[in-house]
C-alpha cells in the first residue's frame, strides 16, 4: 500500500510539472481526479462581426447606433459658396422613394407604397427613419426617365445617369436606362436626371462644356440658383450636396468632388424645392423630428412626414 501511495505522488509531481511547462509555453491543462484533457483537442469555434462605421475627421455625426455611424455632416465651400454634404453610410442605412402628390402626375395616389410622405406604419416606422431630401426635376421638364417596379412612367434617355435602388434598399448610380444596371443589381426603382455631372471621382465633359442652362430651367432668368446633387463615394457611401446660394452646375460639380463622390448627378435646383433633413436618432413615429435641416431652405424637412407635392428619397436604418 505505501508503495502504491508512493508511485500515485510520484505520478501527481510528474504531472504537475508537465502541467507547469505547458502552461509556460501557453497551453492550458485541466485535471479532474486522475484524468487530464487539453483544449487543443477540443474542437474550436471562431466568429466574426462586420467592423462598424467608424468616425472620420472632418465631419460631424449626425447619427450613430450600435452599427457604428448612420450619418455625418460638413461643409464645403467652392468660390465662395458654401454647400451642405449630407452622408448616408450605405452599410447601415436603406433607400426607399416617394412620388409627390402633384409629381409624377396622378402616382401617389395609384400607388399607395410609394405615397407622398413618410410610411410610419410600414417599414419605413419600424426601421426608424434617420433623413429625407427632395428627388429630381418634374417629369415635364424632359430630364430622363422612371421607372417604378415593372411600369415605365417616363421614357429612358440613353447617355443620362440614373439613380436606382435595389429591394434591399440600396442605392445605386449609373448611366443610362434600367436595363443598364450594375451587375449583381436589382432596382426596383430608377429615376434619371440629365447627365453625369461628377465620373470617376472628376468633372465630365458635359458639366465642362454645356451651357447652364442645359442643367435646368430657372426662375427670374438666372442661371446661378439653388441647386442639389446626389453621388456615390469610394466607399458607396450616399452623398446629398446642396447650396441655397446662387450656384452654376459646374460649382455643384466642383462641391461633388470635394464632398469625395466619384459619381454624381444633379437632383432638383430653384430655390423652392431644396429640401433635406437628418434625424439623430431613427424615427419610428410621426412625431419626432428632424434634428438638421439644409440651411436657408425654404421649407423644414417636415413637409415630407406631412405630406410632399415632389417625389423624395428616404433613409431608414437597417436592421
Sequence with gaps: MRAQ???????????TVASVALVATGA????????????????????????????EDGWNVVAEGRRGVYSDRKTVVVDGISFTVAR??????????HAGSEDPPGFAASHPGYG??????????AQGVLGAFNGAFKLDARAGGLRVADQVVAPFVLDYATAAIDADGRLSI????????????????????LPYLVNQGALTDVVKQREPGFWGGTIKGGVAQARTGLGLDMNGNVLYVATMGKCLPIQLARALVLAGARKAMELDINPYWPIMGMAS????SAQGGFAF?????????RVFITG????????????
Design 5 to 15: 501511495r508512493r508511485a500515485s505522488r510520484r505520478l501527481r509531481s510528474v504531472l
Design 28 to 55: 492550458t491543462f485541466y485535471f479532474s481526479g486522475r484524468h487530464s484533457s487539453a483544449l487543443a483537442d477540443a474542437p474550436s469555434t471562431t466568429t466574426t462581426s462586420t467592423p462598424k462605421e467608424a468616425r
Design 88 to 97: 448616408f453610410r450605405q452599410r447601415n442605412v436603406r433607400f426607399t422613394w
Design 116 to 125: 407622398n410622405s413618410i410610411n410610419f406604419s410600414g417599414s419605413e416606422g
Design 174 to 193: 449609373f448611366q443610362g436606362p434600367a436595363y443598364a444596371q450594375p451587375p449583381g443589381f436589382t432596382g426596383v426603382v430608377f429615376r434619371q436626371n
Design 281 to 284: 436618432t431613427p424615427l419610428k
Design 293 to 301: 435641416a439644409l440651411p436657408g431652405a425654404e421649407h423644414a424637412p
Design 308 to 319: 410632399w407635392t415632389r417625389d423624395f428619397f428616404v433613409v431608414t436604418a437597417r436592421p
